[in-house]
């Protein structure tokens, strides 16, 4: 892939099942939980607690790279399904993640130059399905998120994605800028939605391409949109200036599938 732009710019079925979700409670449950292989998303662990069994899981969740939260019992008791969390709490992944070569092997078995969506801290779960949902139905080739500060893949990201998580690449990051630069020098342009960017319409959206989408209320991280090529408008009418993380990332994807296709 070359990154030569004027200034205007097959299903994936990796064969995952949906694993047991939601919460394991107690500290066994936990560890055992990290030895048996599971993506375990977060941890939430009683603040101050130091023993053996918790001193076992902490270092399992850092050779896991697993984010871990130290918490009030008055919260894991309000977290708790089962009233038996034993000061430990662990969120597992509702299914696998992919890997970034996952993306890569779809586009090009389908023969397509790359499309991927880049999630900058979306926290709502149905936000991050529904998304996941338009990233399968116009056909592009892979979620990217972060692993701080976003959703994970939960049982309600499961069902609000409505059936696409079983066929749409979802790769959690550590660092989402690193991944940028890495895909730029592969060839990628990416592009981010800001009411402050130009038109979609007047910018060059065809070939290798990343859409970065910003967290609910705050949107694209400054960071994040530093490191876009261009920053994408959505023309607004009405006398609402904003849209729903997960509208605006449909929008600018089917003006993107458009001009793709032309």
Not at 31 to 49: H, M, N, P, Q, S
Not at 231 to 257: D, R
Request: neutral net charge.
């Amino acid at each position: 892939m070359k990154r030569e732009r004027n200034q205007k710019g097959e299903d994936f079925n990796r064969g995952d099942k949906p694993v047991n979700t939601g919460q394991i409670e107690g500290r066994n449950a936990v560890i055992e939980a990290f030895r048996a292989g599971r993506t375990i998303d977060k941890v939430y662990i009683l603040d101050g607690c130091h023993d053996g069994p918790v001193e076992t899981i902490r270092r399992e969740a850092k050779k896991h790279d697993t984010i871990i939260r130290f918490v009030s019992k008055e919260r894991l008791d309000q977290m708790s399904e089962a009233g038996m969390h034993q000061g430990v709490i662990a969120l597992a992944a509702s299914y696998h993640y992919a890997t970034l070569e996952d993306c890569m092997k779809l586009a090009r078995d389908r023969n397509e130059e790359p499309f991927l969506f880049f999630l900058d801290g979306i926290e709502d779960p149905h936000n991050l399905g529904a998304i996941i949902r338009t990233c399968n139905v116009v056909g592009a080739h892979g979620v990217i998120i972060p692993k701080n500060r976003a959703v994970g893949l939960t049982a309600t990201v499961s069902r609000a994605s409505a059936g696409a998580l079983n066929y749409t690449p979802v790769v959690k990051v550590t660092n989402l800028k690193q991944t940028m630069e890495s895909l730029k020098e592969e060839g990628m342009w990416f592009v981010c939605a800001d009411m402050d960017g130009t038109p979609m319409y007047d910018l060059n959206l065809k070939g290798a391409i990343g859409m970065v989408i910003g967290a609910e209320g705050d949107g694209v991280s400054k960071l994040i949109k530093e490191h876009c090529d261009m920053v994408a408008a959505i023309p607004m009418k009405g006398e609402i200036n904003s849209l729903n993380a997960s509208v605006a990332a449909g929008v600018l994807a089917y003006e993107i599938a458009r001009q793709r296709r032309g």
